[in-house]
């Protein structure tokens, strides 16, 4: 038990602030987190409609995903928790095909037998390779064609790439690749190499509510509608946050933000602190929900390798979630990840809504429009770190120079991909390496 006297701001409450807080505040520190926005949750926050709770962004649990699953269980929340095989598809030059089973993948028309064999073969290799740090000065192109070859490389890397990174695609390590097939793998059930994907009945605040409440009874204060405006810095230690015009003072200080958000918070800290913190790149996303009357397709998502069409995926969360749980709606989403310098993020709805449409009458011809109820764009800036090739030693660390302000963000989390599993293991981490150094506030206390 540490001293109850020790006080932390955790700054921002989305699953890592929030996983933070009860990692905190069962070890006896006294946390306090401050929200900008209306509620909890971030990324993994909701939206409201029609009275039902429903993910802002598609949000999946993996079979796989032990660290969140020991939360849902801790939460008591664990009844709610839904396990479903799932399907995938892939939509190439005008046609849809199903990619699930060794039979599918087979017969994928999109490539021939060899290539085929290849891509299988990228998928075992990947397994194998466990030299991360190795693979981080590997240009992703090169490590595909290598195993997989130039035609499969065309035809399936290049187009997941373009989704996945827009035009930051060619100075991304093979690190980015590796880590998802490895995610991915982990999701496969033996032999039947069904997908095993889990939900939560009303998203993923599910768990961020029932975790909070968990928190508010270890005596963690939550303030919503509460930014930051500065984290104050005296003579090198973090003693405090600026909110409401107020300084409210603390014994460290922890921020979940994004690395360019913090560098605006701190003015006091060093310059090439800042600087550092200031020059990390994310890519945004562009993510218009569908709600609909019927469902699109059998797939939970599609991936779609034609370029021309500007979303690149489609991802019916229903094929998931059992459509009894958001009052019998079916749920699409229609992503577009944002590269800093693609003016698209720019684009009023109205236009995301016009040109997302013609692609999709094209994709879904004999899909009655009538069936879908509303078109919403639901966008993020900070998303997906941007890390390029050899830059790993730019990774802030935890214990920043400035003394009792410590930080986690999904920069961090690298190799591993911003997803909740990742950054709630990360968070549990960093709780850890907190809790460390709080005997030496305490003799800074004495001394002092
Ligand atoms: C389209 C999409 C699909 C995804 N799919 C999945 C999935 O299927 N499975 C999965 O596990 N993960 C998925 N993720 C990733 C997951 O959402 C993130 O990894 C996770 O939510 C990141 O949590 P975080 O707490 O690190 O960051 P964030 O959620 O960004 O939280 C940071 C918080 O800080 C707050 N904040 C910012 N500035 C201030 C300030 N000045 N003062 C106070 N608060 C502030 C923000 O409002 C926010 O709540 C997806 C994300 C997206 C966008």
């Not at 095989?85 to 490539?111: E, M, R, S």
């Not at 190795?134 to 290049?158: A, C, H, Q, Y």
């Not at 913090?262 to 310059?271: D, K, R, T, W």
Request: hydrophobic residues 40%; glycine residues 6%.
């Amino acid at each position: 038990m540490q001293n109850q006297a020790n006080r932390v701001a955790v700054v921002g409450g989305g699953i890592m602030g929030v996983t933070l807080a009860y990692k905190l505040a069962q070890r006896g520190l006294r946390v306090t987190v401050y929200e900008r926005g209306d509620n909890l949750g971030g990324l993994a926050s909701y939206m409201l409609y029609d009275g039902v709770r429903m993910d802002r962004f598609y949000h999946t649990i993996l079979s796989s995903d032990m660290s969140m699953q020991t939360l849902i269980e801790e939460s008591g929340v664990k009844d709610r928790l839904h396990f479903t095989a799932t399907k995938q598809g892939f939509y190439d030059n005008g046609h849809i095909y199903p990619f699930n089973t060794p039979v599918d993948f087979l017969l994928f028309p999109p490539l021939n037998l060899f290539q085929r064999f290849r891509l299988g073969l990228q998928v075992i290799f990947a397994q194998f390779e466990t030299d991360w740090e190795k693979m981080d000065t590997v240009p992703v192109e090169d490590w595909l064609v290598r195993i997989s070859g130039r035609g499969v490389f065309n035809k399936v890397w290049k187009p997941l790439l373009r989704a996945k990174f827009d035009s930051t695609a060619e100075n991304v390590p093979a690190t980015y690749i590796w880590s998802r097939l490895r995610r991915m793998m982990g999701t496969r059930e033996g032999v039947t190499s069904k997908e095993m994907m889990c939900y939560l009945e009303n998203g993923y605040y599910t768990l961020i509510e029932a975790l909070a409440q968990k928190c508010e009874a270890l005596g963690v204060t939550f303030h919503l509608r509460a930014p930051i405006e500065e984290i104050v810095i005296e003579a090198g230690r973090a003693v405090g946050v600026r909110v409401g015009g107020q300084v409210e003072a603390y014994d460290a200080v922890i921020s979940t933000l994004a690395s360019p958000i913090l560098s605006g918070l701190i003015p006091n800290a060093p310059a090439d602190f800042r600087a550092l913190l200031s020059k990390q790149q994310y890519l945004g996303v562009m993510c218009p929900m569908l709600i609909l009357k019927k469902s699109l397709m059998p797939y939970y998502v599609l991936n779609i390798t034609d370029e021309s069409i500007p979303f690149t995926a489609v991802v019916e969360t229903t094929n998931l979630i059992d459509p009894k749980h958001v009052k019998g709606y079916h749920i699409a989403y229609l992503p577009k990840y944002i590269a800093p310098d693609n003016d698209m993020a720019n684009w009023p709805d109205e236009q995301v809504k016009a040109e997302w449409m013609k692609h999709f009458r094209r994709m879904f011809p004999d899909y009655d429009e009538a069936n879908i109820i509303e078109f919403i764009v639901q966008r993020a800036k900070y998303v997906e770190p941007i890390r390029p090739m050899g830059t790993r030693h730019e990774i802030p660390p935890v214990q920043t120079p400035v003394d009792r302000l410590y930080m986690g963000n999904t920069v961090m989390i690298y190799p591993e991909l911003g997803n909740g599993e990742a950054v709630t293991r990360f968070a549990i981490r960093l709780a850890e390496q907190v809790l460390a150094t709080v005997p030496e506030w305490q003799n800074a206390e004495r001394v002092s």
